[in-house]
T-cell receptor
């Protein structure tokens, strides 16, 4: 069973703090890694993708990938109440070009 | 206009009824997907399609069927709805490139009484 594990949370941080979201995956063949944000009752929205070891920054978001440890994380700097949502980690199992395996998501709450 | 649309957005029906959920996309993607999302269970893949003639079962296809009417249209049917099919249903599309991710429609909230 190819799995993607996330802490379900809720993760609560104060406004302006750094939120750190973590994800581990079991399939060493995975090559593409994605973070989606999902507001309650809404559809998942892609916020970051990462394919190589290291960090990738986009505005307040930084994705970090460590393939040796099978670990991918998302840092949100200067967290805002509007960042309050569930964050889904997704990976392509076995390097698949058509399927994604999703984690169950981490609920983030940013307190004003 | 939204790239991926779903109709209806909300539907309440009764046990035993046939229901069709429709998905259309203007992204020009050949890959299309149907997922359901339940609290605590995350997103689960029902069916996926590479093109009109290539349709594949996902992890939870029992009780569902699909039709790919055109590259841009992918419908999900519940032949005889049951209460445990109450869920949020999402359609998604994906391009061919390995780095391409999946883009989701707005979702259909289905309630089976």
């Amino acid at each position: 069973q190819k799995e993607v594990e996330q802490n379900s949370g809720p993760l609560s941080v104060p406004e302006g703090a750094i939120a750190s979201l973590n994800c581990t995956y079991s399939d060493r063949g995975s090559q593409s890694f994605f973070w989606y944000r999902q507001y309650s009752g809404k559809s998942p929205e892609l916020i970051m993708s990462i394919y190589s070891n290291g960090d990738k920054e986009d505005g307040r978001f930084t994705a970090q990938l460590n393939k040796a440890s099978q670990y991918v994380s998302l840092l949100i700097r200067d967290s805002q109440p509007s960042d309050s949502a569930t964050y889904l980690c997704a990976v392509n199992p076995g390097g698949s070009n058509y399927k994604l395996t999703f984690g169950k998501g981490t609920l983030l709450t940013v307190n004003p | 206009d939204a790239d991926v649309t779903q109709t209806p957005r909300n539907r309440i029906t009764k046990t035993g009824k046939r229901i069709m959920l429709e998905c259309s996309q203007t992204k020009g993607h050949d890959r299309m997907y149907w997922y359901r999302q339940d609290p605590g269970l995350g997103l689960r893949l029902i069916y996926y399609s590479f093109d009109v003639k290539d349709i594949n079962k996902g992890e939870i296809s029992d009780g569902y069927s699909v039709s790919r009417q055109a590259q841009a249209k992918f419908s999900l049917s519940l032949e005889s709805a049951i209460p445990n099919q109450t869920a949020l249903y999402f359609c998604a599309t994906k391009g061919r490139a390995l780095e391409s991710t999946q883009y989701f429609g707005p979702g259909t909230r289905l309630t089976v009484l």
